[in-house]
């Protein structure tokens, strides 16, 4: 598995300076979970690059709702469009693939330098098709036809209705970021999605080496059960959730089922923490940095908490392949009254709604500002 170590400290030609540094030497990949037209434009994110080992980055519909609705970053571009009759959904995915095109071009270097292990971007379908699978499956093509990069991941939830259009887009040659995971439960789910989707190009005679990351999110456990378990385990359900997934993570990894398939050439879907940013303002605002350290995966942190661990994070040990003590502390969560199983479904139900909501706030700021642009004309 040597294919999927990146930021080797003996291969770095600067000497190592902070903690980004550091757990990229470490062997996990670094990814920014933002997008502004700004941060590209201004050299902000090449810097991140530069300076703090980024490697790529995520988006989803709360972070461009947040981007366009409160700069005038994107007036100038949304003029533009709506005078060649752009609106609604068509305009922002226009904006979106403006900014993510730009931001591979950033990374290709690296994604070329790994081989297509990292340096990537992600584009979201639309959140109101988390329940369709022909729609999702169809919108995922398209998108990624349309922003012509290898290296940029289309954004499809896991939900039981997602996950056959996952199979379906990895069949098509479609790079796919599985999004919305919440448990070991849901990330074997979508880890067998994207195996069948890998073994099925095998049998057609097509190349299995289409990339994929699942996105199992880490800090919404916590506050889902703030207040609701005794203190010596708030902040520590989301750890234990990622722990397990670690541990099936590396059991995929080791299975039969995959060794077959990466003689055939597949490569790894490669695990990815997300959510990642502190949502306790009395815990550490780098807990789940600090505390994620594992070689072959990816965590994607927001831009504060990138900073905070650039500035005053440690690099803790690095997960236990086996889980470590991962079990034990789901037991005492589960005698404490949490139902795991159903906390998931509940928190991925949520995260759908969550980005919907956020989809149509978009849409909506896009609809108030096409309106205000057209009177200010």
């Given at each position: 598995?040597?294919?999927?170590?990146?930021?080797?400290?003996?291969?770095?030609?600067?000497?190592?300076?902070?903690?980004?540094?550091?757990?990229?030497?470490?062997?996990?990949?670094?990814?920014?979970?933002?997008?502004?037209?700004?941060?590209?434009?201004?050299?902000?994110?090449?810097?991140?690059?530069?300076?703090?080992?980024?490697?790529?980055?995520?988006?989803?519909?709360?972070?461009?709702?947040?981007?366009?609705?409160?700069?005038?970053?994107?007036?100038?571009?949304?003029?533009?469009?709506?005078?060649?009759?752009?609106?609604?959904?068509?305009?922002?995915?226009?904006?979106?693939?403006?900014?993510?095109?730009?931001?591979?071009?950033?990374?290709?270097?690296?994604?070329?330098?790994?081989?297509?292990?990292?340096?990537?971007?992600?584009?979201?379908?639309?959140?109101?098709?988390?329940?369709?699978?022909?729609?999702?499956?169809?919108?995922?093509?398209?998108?990624?036809?349309?922003?012509?990069?290898?290296?940029?991941?289309?954004?499809?939830?896991?939900?039981?209705?997602?996950?056959?259009?996952?199979?379906?887009?990895?069949?098509?040659?479609?790079?796919?970021?599985?999004?919305?995971?919440?448990?070991?439960?849901?990330?074997?789910?979508?880890?067998?999605?994207?195996?069948?989707?890998?073994?099925?190009?095998?049998?057609?005679?097509?190349?299995?080496?289409?990339?994929?990351?699942?996105?199992?999110?880490?800090?919404?456990?916590?506050?889902?059960?703030?207040?609701?378990?005794?203190?010596?385990?708030?902040?520590?359900?989301?750890?234990?959730?990622?722990?397990?997934?670690?541990?099936?993570?590396?059991?995929?990894?080791?299975?039969?089922?995959?060794?077959?398939?990466?003689?055939?050439?597949?490569?790894?879907?490669?695990?990815?923490?997300?959510?990642?940013?502190?949502?306790?303002?009395?815990?550490?605002?780098?807990?789940?940095?600090?505390?994620?350290?594992?070689?072959?995966?990816?965590?994607?942190?927001?831009?504060?908490?990138?900073l905070a661990f650039a500035d005053h994070g440690e690099v803790g040990p690095p997960l236990a392949t086996?889980?470590?003590?991962?079990?034990?502390?789901?037991?005492?969560?589960?005698?404490?009254?949490?139902?795991?199983?159903?906390?998931?479904?509940?928190?991925?139900?949520?995260?759908?709604?969550?980005?919907?909501?956020?989809?149509?706030?978009?849409?909506?700021?896009?609809?108030?500002?096409?309106?205000?642009?057209?009177?200010?004309?």
């Amino acid at each position: 598995m040597s294919h999927l170590l990146v930021g080797r400290a003996e291969d770095a030609e600067e000497p190592i300076v902070n903690a980004t540094q550091k757990l990229r030497a470490a062997g996990q990949s670094l990814w920014l979970d933002n997008i502004t037209r700004k941060l590209v434009e201004s050299g902000t994110l090449a810097r991140y690059a530069r300076e703090l080992s980024i490697t790529g980055l995520t988006s989803n519909p709360t972070i461009f709702d947040h981007a366009i609705s409160k700069s005038q970053d994107y007036d100038g571009a949304i003029r533009d469009k709506v005078k060649a009759g752009r609106a609604g959904e068509a305009l922002f995915f226009e904006l979106a693939i403006e900014d993510l095109t730009r931001a591979a071009d950033l990374f290709r270097p690296i994604h070329d330098a790994t081989d297509g292990v990292d340096g990537w971007v992600s584009l979201e379908v639309s959140p109101l098709l988390a329940y369709d699978t022909a729609k999702t499956i169809a919108q995922a093509k398209e998108l990624h036809a349309r922003a012509g990069r290898p290296n940029l991941f289309i954004k499809i939830p896991g939900t039981p209705q997602g996950l056959p259009a996952i199979e379906e887009a990895i069949f098509a040659g479609v790079p796919i970021n599985v999004t919305l995971l919440f448990s070991r439960g849901h990330y074997v789910a979508a880890a067998d999605a994207y195996l069948r989707g890998v073994e099925r190009r095998i049998a057609a005679g097509l190349s299995p080496n289409v990339r994929s990351v699942a996105s199992i999110f880490i800090s919404r456990w916590d506050k889902a059960v703030a207040g609701g378990v005794p203190r010596e385990l708030h902040d520590r359900l989301g750890i234990a959730i990622a722990m397990r997934a670690y541990r099936a993570y590396r059991n995929v990894l080791d299975s039969d089922r995959f060794q077959r398939l990466a003689n055939a050439g597949a490569r790894p879907q490669r695990l990815l923490f997300a959510s990642t940013g502190t949502k306790d303002p009395e815990a550490s605002d780098v807990l789940y940095v600090k505390s994620l350290a594992a070689p072959n995966t990816i965590n994607t942190m927001p831009e504060a908490t990138l900073l905070a661990f650039a500035d005053h994070g440690e690099v803790g040990p690095p997960l236990a392949t086996d889980g470590g003590d991962a079990d034990e502390q789901l037991a005492r969560f589960a005698r404490a009254g949490v139902d795991v199983s159903a906390l998931a479904a509940q928190l991925q139900s949520e995260g759908a709604k969550s980005f919907a909501d956020s989809w149509n706030d978009l849409l909506a700021s896009i609809a108030s500002k096409c309106e205000a642009l057209n009177k200010g004309k």
